[in-house]
């Protein structure tokens, strides 16, 4: 058995603001084993960033507290631990890779110096030291002539080197678990197949658990072993890769899969989209959250949120579709028509 | 078909043209290739020579650095010389000699007394060297004061916000309500004149300017994303403020700086002139702008014109060198 790293239940995070309180996460449950990649899908607003910023602590409060759940890290719950506690676990234990690369470094401190910052903060090393380490760190995720290059400011990098460097900050520590929040977004599609191999590898070096937060399905499909769907705050579906891929059994997850662009479409062929607009997070349904976009919404949708249902090996769904009518659902849907099935 | 993997003859180029073979011996891969023309072609700039690049361009501002270089330099010697006792001028500036100063009136510019002299025989330029001292320690003295003071009010407001915000900038919107010159004197007249408390005045009343400037840095940076990831590092507040909030806050404080500096000369000057400031017989070039007046009508040009050339000179090269900076590191203006 797999060491379990984080063991998250029943994670809910709201904002209280002016207009109501904004229910951003809404019971999410998920664990995470070492050398598990565990990857996060789900539309802008559907609460990925949120549940792993509360993981971190690092909701803004006011407006934002998380109002319920335990984050168990290890024996550690990260939700009632003392503040400097806290910081020690960031970036020790939990370590963070952000979205934008060109903003999420600070432009006057140099490489060199922001990746020995997070060494010096959590481990006994001089700064001389950190600093060799920093280019050792540097070497490793693949930038070419790291000991003059860690002298340089943020600024001379390119978008790719940057998020390398934030990647060599992340690991610096060598913590149990990376979250990554969209990594591969903000870079074009050349670099980002090589920012994830960057990622694979250090995940195999430190052997760390990687949550992956992203809209991305192609990376997804690339580096994680399990894949947790999220809409409106909820967990819709939850399982293995393939399963999700191949498998799936949530109408959102279906309609995620459709709207992704295909090769061997046709020319004419065209995207199909999952219609409606994105929840408003102050005024959920006490049901699925998906209801008024669902194709297929039942009268009990509304208003009752379903149950777990457990459809496969460590693959689970919320829907009140019964399963023996998903199937066929599932098989008309253009997408699926073709190949995949 | 065409055959994909065929490699062009060892003498060709991909499009088939000759190529001569000391071009041939880079067999590196491509992409290293680039990096190095990239390299050599466009050595990036550190943030200070970028700056400096394009303040070189602007010749006023050039001008400006060449004067502070200048007074500055004449300011520290006679510090340096004031602390051991012997002020290097020409002559003492403090020596009256009646002879120098035929009728009281002082004598015109000549060879021995290249700026003249004072209604009590004194030399001017002598004078006019003391007196730069006085007025370099007092613009970055009260700076200095000033500039502490913003740099620990501004950041507290701006980074944790709320009511601490509201409170200290309430305070510093009371002390931008007065007229300037009227709260100098009221603090003076508290203080008591001297020049010491000159520092003090000067410098209790820019904090505010400083204050606000980092603040409004502050709540701009502290909302970007590397703050965030210093947090999720786990930097601590103070860390995060002083490490990588301020230092990305600072450009516009050093151009409040160097024109603040300016402004705390002239208004020294001015409190000297109105009496309250440095006293006699310490020379300053307020005290000898005052005293020169009393003597314009009998054609003394020289008690006058020479203190005040130095006063406006130092004010305008400490502002035209500010603006210069401000220019320099505005990012819209990048080229």
Same mark, same amino acid.
């Given at each position: 058995m797999a060491e379990r790293l984080l063991d998250v239940k029943d994670l809910s995070t709201q904002f209280f603001t002016h207009a109501g309180i904004v229910k951003a996460v809404n019971g999410v449950s998920f664990t995470l084993d070492r050398n598990e990649t565990i990857g996060i899908v789900g539309e802008s607003g559907s609460g990925k960033t949120v549940a792993a910023l509360s993981l971190m602590r690092l909701i803004p409060d006011p407006p934002g507290r998380v109002v319920e759940g335990s984050l168990m890290l290890g024996e550690r719950n990260l939700r009632t631990i003392s503040d400097d506690e806290m910081r020690g676990v960031r970036g020790n234990d939990i370590a963070m890779i952000f979205q934008d690369p060109m903003t999420s470094l600070?432009?006057?401190? =140099?490489i060199g110096k922001q990746i020995g910052e997070a060494i010096t903060l959590h481990q006994d090393k001089s700064k001389r030291e950190a600093w060799k380490m920093a280019i050792d760190l540097l070497a490793r995720v693949g930038i070419p002539d790291a000991p003059k290059r860690v002298d340089q400011y943020p600024f001379e990098f390119s978008g790719g080197m940057r998020q390398r460097a934030m990647i060599a900050m992340a690991i610096s520590c060598n913590p149990d678990i990376l979250i990554a929040d969209e990594p591969t977004t903000a870079l074009d599609v050349t670099i980002q197949a090589q920012i994830i191999d960057v990622m694979r590898e250090m995940q195999a070096q430190f052997s760390s658990g990687v949550i992956l937060i992203t809209h991305d399905l192609g990376v997804i499909a690339e580096i994680a072993d399990k894949v947790m769907v999220m809409y409106g705050g909820r967990t819709v579906e939850y399982g293995p890769v393939d399963e999700i891929f191949y498998n799936s059994h949530h109408p959102y997850t279906w309609g995620l899969l459709a709207s992704l662009p295909r090769?061997?479409?046709?020319? =004419?062929e065209r995207l199909t989209p999952i219609k409606g607009q994105p929840p408003n997070l102050i005024t959920l349904p006490d049901g699925c959250p998906f209801t008024v976009r669902c194709p297929y919404r039942r009268p009990e949708c509304r208003d009752n949120w379903p149950e777990l249902e457990i459809v496969g090996a460590e693959h689970g769904v919320h829907c009140w579709i019964p399963v023996d009518e998903r199937q066929g659902l599932r098989v008309e849907l253009p997408h699926f028509k073709e190949s995949v099935v | 078909m065409p055959d994909w993997d065929a490699k062009p003859p060892a003498d060709r180029d991909v499009y088939g043209t000759e190529v001569t073979q000391a071009e041939t011996v880079d067999a590196r891969p491509q992409a290293e290739v680039f990096d190095e023309q990239i390299e050599e072609g466009a050595k990036p700039l550190g943030l200070w020579s970028d700056t400096w690049r394009r303040l070189r361009r602007n010749k006023l501002a050039i001008i400006g650095l060449g004067i502070i270089i200048v007074f500055i330099t004449i300011g520290t010697v006679e510090e340096v010389a004031f602390i051991f006792g012997h002020p290097v001028t020409p002559y003492p500036p403090d020596e009256v000699n009646y002879a120098l100063s035929p009728q009281g009136l002082g004598s015109p510019?000549?060879?021995?007394h290249p700026f003249g002299t004072d209604y009590l025989g004194r030399d001017v330029l002598s004078r006019v060297l003391a007196a730069t001292r006085i007025a370099m320690l007092v613009g970055i003295i009260a700076v200095a004061i000033a500039l502490t003071m913003g740099l620990i009010l501004g950041p507290i407001s701006g980074y944790y916000g709320g009511a601490v915000d509201s409170v200290i900038m309430r305070i510093a919107d009371i002390f931008f309500a007065f007229p300037y010159i009227l709260f100098v004197l009221l603090i003076m007249s508290v203080l008591g004149a001297g020049f010491q408390n000159v520092f003090i005045a000067i410098g209790i009343l820019g904090w505010a300017t400083f204050a606000r400037i980092v603040r409004g840095q502050i709540l701009s940076v502290k909302s970007m994303e590397f703050v965030e990831a210093a947090r999720a590092q786990g930097a601590s507040d103070l860390r995060i403020i002083f490490r990588h909030v301020l230092p990305n806050s600072m450009a516009p404080v050093y151009v409040a700086v160097a024109m603040a500096i300016g402004g705390a000369i002239a208004t020294e000057a001015a409190l000297s002139y109105l009496g309250i400031g440095v006293q006699p017989p310490t020379p300053s070039w307020g005290l000898m702008i005052a005293d020169a007046v009393n003597y314009l009508t009998g054609g003394n040009w020289w008690y006058l014109f020479f203190p005040s050339l130095a006063l406006v000179l130092t004010v305008f090269g400490f502002i035209s060198f500010g603006n210069g900076l401000r220019d320099a590191t505005d990012p819209k203006l990048k080229e």
């Open positions: 600070n432009p006057v401190m =140099k090769l061997d479409a046709s020319e =004419k | 510019p000549s060879l021995k």
